[in-house]
């Protein structure tokens, strides 16, 4: 199997915002949380929890995002 690009999910104390998802969206995120929860032992529970480690995670691959982000920073 494939390693997947989020490990566990940390218990932090969340600050809570309201999104909506397209339904396709929300259906990928309740199998990704299945195959992750597989994967790791451990069940996601609400599958809403990965969506912050989702964001994290591409910001901190997002290059360009980096170089913007060196570049404002004094």
Known sequence: MAKLKLGAIAD???V???IELPA???RD???YAEVLGRETGQPVGEPAR???PMI???MATD???AKARR???P
């Open 12 to 14: 932090d104390k969340p």
């Open 16 to 18: 809570k915002i309201s």
């Open 24 to 26: 396709a969206l929300h």
């Open 29 to 31: 995120l309740i199998a």
């Open 50 to 52: 990965l969506i912050a």
């Open 56 to 58: 994290e995670r591409f």
């Open 63 to 65: 290059r360009a995002f």
């Open 71 to 73: 570049i404002r920073l």
